[in-house]
């Protein structure tokens, strides 16, 4: 509130900064203020804000007939800032002002103000210089010098939002971040069990290798069969899948509380809508996959490798890599009944 000393000019600024930021004012809104005692002084009060740049002039209505002079207050600071500024600086932060956080191109900015590229070159320095405007580069048109207040951040359509810096992809960063996600889901995605006892994997190994040893058959078997090895949790305990209905995997919701809690992104403002499109892509590398309408798992690799590389889903099963497939049979010197690898994979 004004004291009672204020010029009326402040008195009327005063009351219009009661109401709520960017409130339009008519003529009939700063009269019933009763700051000035008739209208030909509320017009003149009115002109002494618009040349201390505390009130912005707008005109209303789209049509000659309905059109009606407003006002719109700015702030002391932004005042002050255009007091600071010639003609030039003023028109030229006045158009840039305009697009808040998408910026202007400029040649956009010369076309909108009419002016002489040299005259738009020396404001822009200038505004610059003042730390009042800056010059980013827009992911979408690269090649493009583009202006925004200097206290904005760029939209998302201009930056690329935080997986881009500088216009350029931060590679590191999402390598940094997806790294941190897959560990995080990988621990919550799988639940850790004993395996198989040790004493009966090595009781069933020395029951195959009896019957190769007493089968006239057994020339042709190797002596070191393949060994399927199962992925291991933190603990060193076998890694096995929730049970059917569990609800409990990561959402993009407790997925970015916990990247925000390990403080792996300080300095970086990532939203969940960010978080989905990185989620997307590391579902469409293979590393992660839906679970329901809102969850995430792991995905499984083949965790054996040969010399031809990794393999997929059937090498995985001891029989898909078997080299005695062709002799295992019901009666045979191999056979699925007594199989210790087939029967260790099974309890997984």
Same mark, same amino acid.
């Given at each position: 509130?004004?004291?009672?000393?204020?010029?009326?000019?402040?008195?009327?600024?005063?009351?219009?900064? @009661?109401?709520?930021?960017?409130?339009?004012?008519?003529?009939?809104?700063?009269?019933?203020?009763? &700051?000035?005692?008739?209208? @030909?002084?509320?017009?003149?009060?009115?002109?002494?804000?618009?040349?201390?740049?505390?009130?912005?002039?707008?005109?209303?209505?789209?049509?000659?007939?309905?059109?009606? /002079?407003?006002?719109?207050?700015? %702030?002391?600071?932004?005042a002050?800032?255009?007091?600071?500024?010639?003609?030039?600086?003023?028109?030229?932060?006045?158009?840039?002002?305009?697009?808040?956080?998408?910026?202007?191109?400029?040649?956009?900015?010369?076309?909108?103000?009419? +002016?002489?590229?040299t005259?738009?070159?020396?404001?822009?320095?200038?505004?610059?210089?003042?730390?009042?405007?800056?010059?980013?580069?827009?992911?979408?048109?690269?090649?493009?010098?583009?202006?925004?207040?200097?206290?904005?951040?760029?939209? @998302?359509?201009?930056?690329?939002?935080?997986?881009?810096?500088?216009?350029e992809?931060?590679?590191?960063?999402?390598?940094?971040?997806?790294?941190?996600?897959?560990?995080?889901?990988?621990?919550?995605?799988?639940?850790?069990?004993?395996?198989?006892?040790?004493?009966?994997i090595?009781?069933?190994?020395?029951?195959?290798?009896?019957?190769?040893?007493?089968?006239?058959?057994?020339?042709? /078997?190797?002596?070191?069969?393949?060994?399927?090895?199962?992925?291991?949790?933190?603990?060193?305990?076998?890694?096995?899948?929730?049970?059917?209905?569990?609800?409990?995997?990561?959402?993009?919701?407790?997925?970015?509380? +916990?990247?925000?809690?390990?403080?792996?992104?300080?300095? &970086?403002?990532i939203?969940?809508?960010?978080?989905?499109?990185? /989620?997307?892509?590391? &579902? +469409?590398?293979?590393?992660?996959?839906?679970?329901?309408?809102?969850?995430?798992? %792991? &995905?499984?690799?083949?965790?054996?490798? %040969?010399?031809?590389?990794?393999?997929?889903?059937?090498?995985?099963?001891?029989?898909?890599?078997?080299?005695?497939?062709?002799?295992?049979? @019901?009666?045979?010197?191999v056979?699925? %009944?007594?199989?210790?690898? +087939?029967?260790?994979?099974?309890?997984?």
């Amino acid at each position: 509130m004004a004291p009672a000393t204020a010029s009326k000019k402040d008195q009327l600024y005063d009351k219009c900064a @009661e109401r709520e930021p960017g409130t339009i004012f008519y003529q009939e809104d700063l009269s019933l203020f009763n &700051v000035a005692k008739d209208v @030909e002084e509320l017009v003149r009060l009115c002109q002494e804000l618009v040349d201390a740049h505390l009130f912005e002039l707008l005109e209303s209505g789209q049509n000659a007939w309905d059109r009606a /002079l407003c006002w719109r207050l700015r %702030t002391r600071e932004d005042a002050a800032k255009l007091r600071s500024m010639d003609p030039n600086e003023r028109v030229v932060y006045s158009h840039i002002s305009s697009t808040s956080d998408q910026g202007m191109w400029t040649r956009t900015i010369k076309a909108k103000t009419n +002016f002489h590229q040299t005259v738009i070159n020396k404001a822009l320095k200038s505004l610059e210089g003042k730390r009042l405007v800056k010059s980013i580069t827009s992911v979408k048109h690269p090649g493009r010098k583009i202006y925004m207040l200097a206290h904005l951040t760029p939209s @998302e359509e201009i930056s690329g939002g935080p997986w881009h810096q500088d216009g350029e992809l931060d590679v590191e960063l999402i390598e940094t971040i997806a790294g941190v996600i897959v560990q995080y889901v990988e621990g919550e995605s799988w639940a850790e069990q004993r395996g198989p006892s040790k004493a009966d994997i090595r009781r069933k190994k020395e029951l195959v290798q009896q019957q190769r040893n007493n089968n006239n058959n057994n020339s042709n /078997l190797p002596a070191d069969p393949p060994k399927f090895e199962p992925p291991l949790g933190r603990n060193g305990r076998l890694l096995v899948p929730h049970a059917p209905g569990y609800r409990n995997y990561p959402t993009a919701t407790s997925i970015l509380d +916990f990247i925000v809690k390990s403080g792996v992104i300080e300095g &970086v403002v990532i939203r969940e809508s960010d978080l989905r499109s990185l /989620l997307d892509n590391l &579902v +469409f590398d293979g590393r992660l996959e839906r679970m329901g309408a809102m969850g995430y798992r %792991t &995905v499984r690799g083949v965790m054996n490798e %040969t010399e031809e590389g990794y393999g997929n889903g059937l090498t995985q099963a001891p029989c898909g890599r078997c080299p005695v497939f062709n002799l295992c049979e @019901e009666g045979g010197p191999v056979s699925a %009944t007594n199989c210790v690898y +087939f029967e260790e994979w099974l309890k997984l």
